[in-house]
C-alpha cells in the first residue's frame, strides 16, 4: 500500500470541507427530516453528504473499507487492511436547529487505530486535523491539550444531569460543565484547550469516536473508555461503552472516579 497518513489526510480533509459546504447549503435550502429507528434524527442532508463521502473516497481508495452511520454495515470492512470510519454530520441535532457544534468527521484507521483524521466544523469556521505521530492541529496551527492539574474549576463536557446526581459515592467537584452533541466536536475542543476534559458513560459508536480520538491524543490528550482501555476501532461492533478524554493529570482523576461503575456490555 503505497498511501500514507499524509496522503490520506490530504483525501480526507478536501472531502470533508467539500461535505460541510454541501451540508450548509441544503440546511440553507430547507431540511427534510424523519426519525431512525432508534429515535434519533436524520435530514436528507445526512444522507446526501454520506453518498458525496462514499463516492469520493473510495474512488480515490478503492481497497480501503468503510464504516459510516449512514450506511448499512458490510463486514467486508474488517478484512480490510484500512477502513474509512466516516460521521457525515455528528450532531445532527445542532445541525438541525442551528446550533454550530456540529461537524464532518472522517478517519482513516489501519489496525485497529486512526492513523489520518479530520473534523470540519463549518458554522465554527474550524477545520481539525491529525496524522499519527505528526501532531494534531486547527486551521493550519498546531493545537495542545490544557495542562489543568485539578478538576476543582476544571471545564468539563458532559451531561450536567449525571455529573450532579446524587448516586456519586463523592459529588465531583464545582466545575465548568456544557454539554455539545457531537461527540466529536467534544474531542476537538478538549484537544485545542477549549476544554479541560469530556467525559461520557454511555455507548458511542466508532464513527462518533474515530477522527476527534487521533486529533485528541496527537494534541496531548489520553482517551479511553471509563475503564482506562485504549479504544479499539474497526471491531465487529464498531461501537465503546464510554468515553473519557483529557489531558494526562485529568484523566487519572477521572478514571479514579469512574472506573468502578459497571455498564451494561455492547
Same mark, same amino acid.
Request: charged share 25%; proline share 8%; hydrophobic share 45%.
Given at each position: &500500500?503505497?498511501?500514507?497518513?499524509?496522503?490520506?489526510?490530504?483525501?480526507?480533509?478536501?472531502?470533508?470541507?467539500?461535505?460541510?459546504?454541501?451540508?450548509?447549503?441544503?440546511?440553507?435550502?430547507? *431540511?427534510? /427530516?424523519? +426519525?431512525?429507528? #432508534?429515535? %434519533?434524527?436524520?435530514?436528507?442532508?445526512?444522507?446526501?453528504?454520506?453518498?458525496?463521502?462514499? +463516492?469520493?473516497?473510495?474512488?480515490?481508495r478503492p481497497d480501503?473499507?468503510?464504516? =459510516?452511520?449512514?450506511?448499512?454495515?458490510?463486514?467486508?470492512?474488517? =478484512?480490510?487492511? !484500512?477502513?474509512? @470510519?466516516?460521521?457525515? @454530520?455528528?450532531?445532527?441535532?445542532?445541525?438541525?436547529?442551528? /446550533?454550530?457544534?456540529?461537524?464532518?468527521?472522517?478517519?482513516?484507521?489501519?489496525?485497529?487505530?486512526?492513523?489520518?483524521?479530520?473534523?470540519?466544523?463549518? #458554522?465554527?469556521?474550524?477545520?481539525?486535523?491529525? %496524522?499519527?505521530?505528526?501532531?494534531?492541529?486547527?486551521?493550519?496551527?498546531?493545537?495542545?491539550?490544557?495542562?489543568?492539574?485539578? *478538576? $476543582?474549576?476544571?471545564?468539563? *463536557?458532559?451531561?450536567?444531569?449525571?455529573?450532579?446526581?446524587?448516586?456519586?459515592? %463523592?459529588?465531583?467537584? +464545582?466545575? /465548568? &460543565?456544557?454539554s455539545r452533541n457531537? @461527540?466529536?466536536?467534544?474531542?476537538?475542543?478538549?484537544?485545542?484547550?477549549?476544554? #479541560?476534559?469530556?467525559?461520557?458513560?454511555?455507548?458511542?459508536? $466508532?464513527?462518533?469516536?474515530?477522527?476527534? #480520538?487521533?486529533?485528541?491524543? +496527537?494534541?496531548?490528550?489520553?482517551? %479511553?473508555?471509563?475503564?482506562?482501555?485504549? *479504544?479499539?476501532?474497526?471491531?465487529?461492533?464498531?461501537?465503546?461503552? =464510554?468515553?473519557?478524554?483529557?489531558?494526562?493529570?485529568?484523566? !487519572?482523576?477521572?478514571? =479514579? !472516579?469512574?472506573?468502578? @461503575?459497571?455498564?451494561?456490555?455492547?
Amino acid at each position: &500500500m503505497t498511501d500514507g497518513p499524509l496522503a490520506d489526510l490530504a483525501l480526507i480533509l478536501e472531502a470533508a470541507v467539500a461535505a460541510g459546504e454541501m451540508a450548509v447549503a441544503m440546511r440553507s435550502a430547507g *431540511l427534510e /427530516r424523519h +426519525e431512525k429507528a #432508534d429515535g %434519533t434524527p436524520v435530514t436528507n442532508a445526512d444522507l446526501a453528504v454520506d453518498a458525496l463521502l462514499r +463516492e469520493t473516497l473510495i474512488a480515490a481508495r478503492p481497497d480501503y473499507g468503510w464504516l =459510516s452511520e449512514e450506511t448499512a454495515d458490510n463486514p467486508e470492512r474488517l =478484512s480490510r487492511p !484500512r477502513v474509512f @470510519i466516516v460521521d457525515p @454530520i455528528d450532531g445532527t441535532r445542532a445541525y438541525i436547529r442551528d /446550533r454550530p457544534w456540529w461537524g464532518v468527521s472522517i478517519a482513516v484507521v489501519e489496525n485497529g487505530r486512526p492513523i489520518a483524521g479530520v473534523v470540519v466544523a463549518p #458554522d465554527r469556521n474550524e477545520v481539525f486535523e491529525a %496524522t499519527l505521530g505528526g501532531g494534531a492541529r486547527m486551521n493550519g496551527k498546531p493545537v495542545a491539550a490544557s495542562e489543568t492539574l485539578d *478538576l $476543582e474549576g476544571a471545564a468539563m *463536557l458532559a451531561d450536567v444531569q449525571m455529573m450532579r446526581h446524587p448516586a456519586w459515592p %463523592t459529588p465531583w467537584p +464545582e466545575m /465548568r &460543565m456544557e454539554s455539545r452533541n457531537a @461527540i466529536a466536536y467534544r474531542l476537538c475542543s478538549v484537544a485545542c484547550g477549549d476544554f #479541560d476534559a469530556m467525559l461520557a458513560l454511555s455507548r458511542k459508536s $466508532e464513527w462518533d469516536m474515530a477522527a476527534g #480520538d487521533l486529533i485528541a491524543v +496527537e494534541a496531548g490528550c489520553v482517551v %479511553t473508555d471509563h475503564k482506562g482501555r485504549p *479504544l479499539v476501532y474497526n471491531q465487529p461492533i464498531p461501537a465503546a461503552l =464510554s468515553l473519557v478524554c483529557a489531558g494526562p493529570a485529568l484523566h !487519572r482523576l477521572i478514571l =479514579s !472516579r469512574v472506573e468502578p @461503575i459497571d455498564l451494561p456490555g455492547l
